[in-house]
């Protein structure tokens, strides 16, 4: 189960964090800052893309667009996300519930500093009904992510 994953990661990175599971959906933005009483900002999306041979995984607040632009400028290939049949193989996690929290290894994970917005922030904790609370510089320590800014203007 995707959410144990994410418990066995933070059990062996970060003890004191948790998976919190709800009751009702999370796997939208907008579901996701409802069930946990947040602004769709705090609400950490993780979106998967194939660049060149490898998988990646980007990280932004909830509320920010991905500007396709800087995305290019940065990794040289314009953006395109995974099929979503895809996505469960590449990263573990199928989607709607895709968290960067004990993604497989050979994911590289991306945080855009959308996130440094915020005091705490709310990545799935493996599937469509669940968050983890987190501040964006614990979340970025944890999975070896590297900091770009590739949203908005």
Do not use: H
């Amino acid at each position: 189960m995707s959410v144990e994953r994410v418990r066995a990661f933070l059990e062996k990175k970060a003890p004191t964090i948790s998976v919190t599971e709800l009751g009702q959906p999370t796997a939208t933005v907008s579901q996701a800052a409802e069930a946990f009483n947040v602004q769709p900002g705090q609400i950490a999306k993780s979106l998967s893309f194939r660049v060149n041979n490898a998988v990646i995984l980007l990280v932004m607040a909830g509320d920010c667009r991905l500007n396709n632009k800087k995305f290019k400028d940065y990794f040289g290939v314009k953006a395109r996300m995974l099929p979503s049949e895809e996505v469960l193989d590449a990263t573990g996690f199928a989607p709607g519930g895709v968290s960067p929290l004990g993604i497989n290894a050979e994911v590289t994970v991306y945080c855009d500093e959308s996130l440094k917005n915020y005091e705490e922030v709310l990545p799935s904790g493996g599937n469509g009904q669940s968050g983890v609370r987190i501040s964006p510089g614990t979340l970025a320590s944890i999975t070896g992510a590297i900091w770009v800014g590739l949203c908005g203007e």
